[in-house]
């Protein structure tokens, strides 16, 4: 089977650097070798509520920030998800092949419903269905993701492969998650146990790709830390979150090894390593911020970008989606 990419982003808030890192930036560099489709997951969004106004002007925004970021629309699809029906159609057929059990297990439900489990929505709780299905729709080989999408992938391939052993089929390929770089799981500015996020109250807990400079420099100096310098080995570096995420962040950034970065800073003071993880961060996402800021202005621009990019993704899941439908028993019209 032929590789392909597939890979989503919610349109919810601000895109983070937890994003760009865990997965943008790798998509920018897949795109050139691989048939990629990048996906501004709409339906996702709306399994919490979202205001509708937002809900449109943030797919805007999140497609601006994958443009600024480098997606070339010329070497790859991009598209909002509700734009292509077949994702719809192929997660309720997913939802009679996945089991209640391992729906159960999923820890982003848990983390997301919290103790409001029985006021959350039926999506919330079917929402990795879906996911399987935004994959699979286009046979997607591979999925580059940050590390809290692992055990979704899982799941993923737990309904292809129920899929095809239910049907007797080799339809659908197992797909493979791509996990990559130094940056798989950057956590929150304020709390080194938590994950960077958008829902996350705290704007400091997290740097975003429209912040300026100066609110990068502030996010970075206030980020916690302990009171000793940067330890010389990694076994020490692990022992201490927060400045294992910063030091994380500042090898993704300059394209490093963790030991790389390390060696670099080992016995350093926060002050001068902050400084510099500062004149880094600036210099990488600055013109990314800016050119996100120019883009979402030209709404007409990114709204054509989507329409032609869910029109090539029709294309390509129409024909699969129907296939699948035909395997199960669904009478031809
Ligand atoms: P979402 O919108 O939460 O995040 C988009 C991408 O960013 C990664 N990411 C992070 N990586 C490192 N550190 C972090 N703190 C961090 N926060 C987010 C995510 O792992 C993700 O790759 N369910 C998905 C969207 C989705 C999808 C798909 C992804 C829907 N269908 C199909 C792949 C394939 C989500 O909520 O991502």
């Known amino acids: 089977m032929k590789n392909r990419i597939f890979s989503g982003v919610q349109p919810t808030g601000n895109l983070h650097l937890g994003n760009y890192l865990g997965a943008i930036r790798n ?22 509520w979202q205001d509708p106004k ?8 999140v497609t601006a ?16 998800q509700s734009q292509v029906f077949a994702h719809a159609q192929l997660a309720w057929i997913f939802n009679c092949v996945a089991r209640l059990g391992w729906l159960n297990r999923m820890t982003q439900f848990k ?16 929402y990795p269905n879906l996911m399987a299905a935004d994959i ?15 055990q979704h992938l899982e799941l993923t391939r737990d309904i292809a492969q129920k899929f095809n052993n239910d049907f007797g089929v080799e339809f659908f390929p197992l797909p493979e998650p791509q996990i990559l770089g130094e940056a798989t799981r950057v956590m929150s500015l304020r709390d080194g146990s ?12 997290r740097i975003n790709l429209t912040d300026g400079p100066d609110l990068i420099a502030d996010k970075i100096r206030k ?25 994380g962040i500042y090898a993704a950034l300059a394209d490093m090894g963790r030991e790389q970065a390390l060696a670099r800073f080992a016995g350093a003071q926060f002050s001068d390593f902050k400084a510099q993880l500062t004149d880094l ?14 883009l979402v202005r030209d709404t007409s621009h990114v709204d054509k970008v989507l329409r032609e990019g869910a029109e090539r993704a029709n294309a390509l899941a129409e024909p699969i989606v129907r296939q699948a439908m035909e395997i199960v028993g669904f009478l031809k019209a």
Not at 111 to 126: D, H, I
Not at 228 to 244: G, M, W
């Open 54 to 61: 937002e809900l449109t002007s943030n797919t805007r925004m």
């Open 194 to 205: 938590k994950k960077m996020s958008k829902s996350e109250p705290s704007d400091y807990s």
């Open 136 to 150: 699979l729709a286009y046979k997607a080989t591979h999925v580059p993701v940050g590390e809290d999408q692992k």
């Open 281 to 294: 961060a600036v210099a990488s996402l600055g013109p990314i911020g800016e050119e996100m800021q120019r």
């Open 223 to 247: 980020a916690r830390t302990d009171p000793h310098p940067l330890p010389d080995s990694i076994a020490e570096l692990e022992k201490r979150p927060e400045a294992d995420n910063l030091l």
């Open 27 to 48: 998509w920018v560099r897949l795109q050139k070798d691989f048939d990629c489709i990048f996906c501004m997951v709409d339906m996702h969004a709306i399994t919490v």
């Open 65 to 80: 920030g994958l443009l600024a970021a480098g997606i070339d629309p010329r070497n790859c699809i991009v598209f909002n």
């Open 111 to 126: 983390e997301k419903a919290g103790k409001q489990r029985e006021n959350a929505s039926v999506g919330l709780y079917a």
